[in-house]
Each structure stands twice: as structure tokens, then as C-alpha cells.
């Protein structure tokens, strides 16, 4: 399997993503997660953007992403910050894909997806897998980018997402709403679409398991 973000270094991701995150995702992420409780998986981390907003109530928090140097730098950032060792804040780091999680079904309170299924491969099996893992009553919390409603900006995006998944490796024109909710045993519990200027590409929800 494929992972886009394989030669990207961690430092140049975070450089991208900065401006994005002081208009739109820092706030979104503290929304999202700050109600998270008991055992909580985390897939796709990257270097670690969602954890300063994890609460102290978390048990432990377990990552998976299949970039070792994403993981590595994700692992050294968190050390420096309360989180590993000796007294440390519980975390655990796995090598390895969403689509196939090595954890058996029923294992988690929470998962939390942010960012991650414009560029897997197989984003219907990623979401299935998640459903897998989350215990009845769980949630499922993500922030994720798709084609925008507008049809102009859905033009623009399906023209441009051929050569933007090249250095990137994501897909500016994945339906991933539908993927969510195709899901069987996951509800829609809520759902807002963000960034009017951009003809509300992102979508951030949160999912029961049923
Ligand atoms: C755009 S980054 C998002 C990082 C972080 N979640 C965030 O919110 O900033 C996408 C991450 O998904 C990971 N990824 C790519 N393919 C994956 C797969 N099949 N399963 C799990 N994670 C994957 C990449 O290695 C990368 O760390």
C-alpha cells in the first residue's frame, strides 16, 4: 500500500499546514476533542497535531500511521510535551495502515480521523475498520477536506486533483461525506461543513457506533 506523505519530511508538512491551522483547524480540533474520554485510537497522526488538545481524562491514546518518520517525529515531539515514560501521559505508537488496524473489534472508546482519508487508499475499508475497532455507544471524530458543493469548485477541484495528489499524494475530489455515511453500523451525530470561501470543502463530524 501506498501512503502519500511517505518522502515528505515532518518539519515541511508542518510548515504547509500552519497557516491552515491558525484560521481553521486548531479550533476545530480543540471542539472535537477536548470531550474525549477512556481509550482513544488515532488514525493517520502525522506528527502529532491533535495531541496538545487531547484531555488529561484521556486513559491512553494509541496512534497508527504506516510513515515511520511521521511516527519517529510524532514520538520525539510527544516525549518533550508530558506524554511517554515514566509518569508520562499513556501513549502508544503503532506502525501501520488504517485499512487493516492490528486491534481486535470493540477496542476503543473514541477514534479520531483528522486529515487522513483524502490520501489513503482505500478510504471506504479505513472507515469500516474504525467502525471495527470502536466499541457500541463510541464515537468516530474526524476533520476532513472534500469536493466542495459548489459545482464551479467542484470543477476546479477534479481538474486540479490529478497533479496536486502528485507531491502530495491527497485527492482534492473525494465524496468522503457519502463514504461516511455508507458506513452501516456508524450515525451521523453531527456534522458541520467549514471554509465558505472555498465552497465548504471540510467537512467535520462526529459518529456513534450503533
Ligand atoms: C495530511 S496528514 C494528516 C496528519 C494529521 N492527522 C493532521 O491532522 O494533521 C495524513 C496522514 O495520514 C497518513 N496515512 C497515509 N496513508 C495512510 C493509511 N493507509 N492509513 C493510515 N494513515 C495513513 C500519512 O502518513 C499522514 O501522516
Same mark, same amino acid.
Given at each position: 500500500?501506498?501512503?502519500?506523505? @511517505?518522502?515528505? =519530511?515532518? $518539519? #515541511?508538512?508542518?510548515? %504547509?499546514? &500552519?497557516?491552515?491551522?491558525?484560521? &481553521? %483547524? ?12 477512556? /481509550? ?9 497535531? !491533535? ?15 504506516? +510513515? ?6 510524532? @514520538? ?6 508530558? &506524554? ?18 492490528? #486491534? ?5 472508546? !473514541? ?11 482505500? =478510504? +471506504? ?20 477536506? /472534500? ?5 464551479? /469548485? ?6 486540479? $486533483?490529478?497533479? &496536486? $495528489? ?15 455515511? $455508507? ?17 465548504? =470543502? ?9
Amino acid at each position: 500500500m501506498r501512503t502519500g506523505y @511517505q518522502m515528505t =519530511p515532518g $518539519a #515541511f508538512y508542518d510548515i %504547509f499546514m &500552519w497557516p491552515l491551522e491558525r484560521v &481553521w %483547524f486548531s479550533k476545530w480540533r480543540r471542539e472535537l476533542l477536548s470531550g474525549l474520554r477512556g /481509550q482513544v485510537l488515532e488514525i493517520g497522526p502525522g506528527t502529532g497535531a !491533535n495531541l496538545r488538545y487531547y484531555p488529561e481524562g484521556i486513559d491512553c491514546v494509541t496512534v497508527i500511521d504506516p +510513515n515511520r518518520k511521521m511516527i519517529a517525529e510524532l @514520538q520525539r515531539r510527544a516525549n518533550g510535551s508530558g &506524554w511517554g515514560g515514566k509518569g508520562g501521559r499513556c501513549l502508544r505508537s503503532r506502525v501501520g495502515f488504517g485499512e487493516m488496524l492490528p #486491534f481486535p473489534d470493540s477496542s476503543f472508546d !473514541n477514534v479520531v480521523m483528522t486529515l487522513i482519508l483524502c490520501s489513503v487508499d482505500g =478510504p +471506504n475499508k479505513v472507515v469500516s475498520e474504525a467502525a471495527r475497532v470502536l466499541k457500541a455507544g463510541g464515537k468516530l471524530v474526524l476533520i476532513e477536506h /472534500q469536493l466542495p458543493i459548489s459545482r464551479m /469548485q467542484a470543477l476546479l477541484f477534479k481538474l486540479a $486533483a490529478p497533479i &496536486w $495528489a502528485i507531491p502530495s499524494g491527497c485527492r482534492l475530489d473525494r465524496r468522503t461525506e457519502s463514504t461516511i455515511k $455508507a458506513e452501516p453500523t456508524l450515525r451521523l451525530e453531527k456534522k458541520w461543513r467549514k471554509g465558505p470561501l472555498l465552497g465548504w =470543502p471540510f467537512l467535520v463530524s462526529v459518529l456513534r457506533k450503533v
